[in-house]
């Protein structure tokens, strides 16, 4: 191969390399439009997860979300985690959402606290990628960006209805929305034994 063809090859693969860091910038994730909070409410199971950096849920997670009257949300959820490398619990936490820019209700701020002493509390953005209410639910939470605007630490969650699965029809349209997201085959399936 003559280095001329050579040099176009490699400022291809640098193009590419670029292209696919664009993508990979948080926020030009998109997230569900016009996304109605009192559709989202009810119960969802857990099937799939990318974890963040430190503890999280293991596995048999559950949340379920309601709407007050405000119209406000909020979630109460379970799982299990293994704590000090050896202690298996069932977890509950709750978390309260607000939506800090109106014209964008997919893109939540959740504030989030464990039940319990030995769980942690804080803050994340929730973004709910895609739903379609009655099947499945991709969420996403970037934790620490990267200077270049991608995600550092992030995690997600791929939700449903019912814990025993989803048609190979929406798994292919949660595979495409993975790879939206830069993360896909990261996932992991997650347990529903109804263990909590």
Not at 113 to 123: D, E, H, N, P, V
Not at 135 to 144: D, S
Not at 160 to 180: C, H, T
């Amino acid at each position: 191969m003559n280095s001329s063809v050579l040099s176009v090859l490699l400022v291809l693969l640098a193009c590419l390399g670029q292209s696919w860091a664009t993508n990979c910038v948080v926020d030009s994730f998109t997230v569900k439009e016009e996304f109605d909070p009192k559709r989202y409410a009810g119960k969802w199971y857990a099937l799939q997860k990318k974890d963040p950096e430190g503890l999280f849920l293991q596995d048999n997670i559950s949340a379920e979300y309601t709407i007050g009257d405000d119209g406000s949300m909020v979630a109460s959820s379970k799982g299990r985690v293994t704590l000090f490398g050896f202690w298996v619990v069932c977890a509950d936490m709750a978390a309260q959402y607000t939506v800090p820019d109106s014209a964008n209700p997919g893109k939540m701020f959740m504030n989030y606290q464990g039940l319990a002493s030995y769980l942690s509390s804080g803050g994340d953005n929730y973004w709910v990628i895609d739903t379609d209410y009655d099947n499945y639910a991709i969420t996403y939470a970037c934790r620490t960006l990267k200077d270049d605007g991608s995600c550092e630490d992030g995690y997600s969650l791929i939700f449903a209805r019912n814990p025993r699965g989803l048609p190979p029809a929406i798994q292919r349209s949660i595979r495409a929305k993975q790879e939206e997201i830069c993360m896909a085959g990261q996932f992991q399936p997650v347990l529903q034994s109804g263990a909590c």
